[in-house]
């Protein structure tokens, strides 16, 4: 039987959640010869020597920070959602050559926080601007729930964060942690947000599943939000990629 191989691409992911998540499923349903594996690429030009190798079966990859938007270079083409989102989180590599870019977050994201959103859940911060802020406000926009960008650097359309007053927090309910800010084993980190005006009208949502509970998700519950962390998100989107790579 012919070894079949998938990966995580990304930079310094010897913490990553992927790995551990399909060696478990490809254990527990009995697929003998899957394999999943980091790429730690420290240069993303690397990239195209892994995706040349044939001998090693790669069939799909998962993209990470801080890759999503630059492994577009390396791809043959887009489907319409990471086309859209411009980014990149899936990646399958097909029997005719071809190598297409997909974006899974939006699916994860999606259906992981639609439980959550009430009526009045109607205005979204969204922190940060990389490549899994951007599936993050794609998902905003199918809900039908107006965003803001927040980043260190204000712009026309973007908050900084030392704008962030009293009155745009009431009146944004909901808030995304898109920033790596918070993750193990820096946990004592978190966005620079005032958190003294979070209240229960407030729903947080961090992308980040290690801690379970961040900083920036106690400082929240603290305040009586309700919180959601990022680990129902990878498991969302990580079936979707199975799915992509087995269609």
Known sequence: MSKVTFGLVGKNISYSFSRGY???????????????????LQDISVLKKVIEIKENGLKGLNVTIPYKQEVQQFLTSL???????????????????????????VYGFQKSIEPFIKLHHTKALILGTGGASKAVAYAFKKLGVAYKFVSRTATDTVFGYHQL????????????????????????????????FINSNHLLFDLIYNPSETTFLRLGREQGAATKNGLQMLELQAE????????
Do not use: M, R
Request: glycine share 6%; hydrophobic share 30%.
């Open 22 to 40: 399909f060696t478990e499923k490809f254990k527990k349903e009995g697929i003998e010869n899957h394999h999943y594996i980091n790429f730690d």
């Open 165 to 196: 007053s009293q009155e745009i927090v009431e009146e944004y309910t909901v808030i995304v942690n898109c920033s790596p800010l918070g993750t193990a084993p820096e946990v004592e980190l978190k966005p620079e947000i005032p958190y003294q």
């Open 79 to 105: 489907d319409k959602d990471a086309e859209e989102i411009g980014a990149v989180n899936t990646i399958k590599l097909n029997d005719d050559g071809t190598v297409v870019g997909y974006n899974t977050d």
């Open 240 to 247: 979707k990629s199975w799915a992509i790579w087995n269609s």
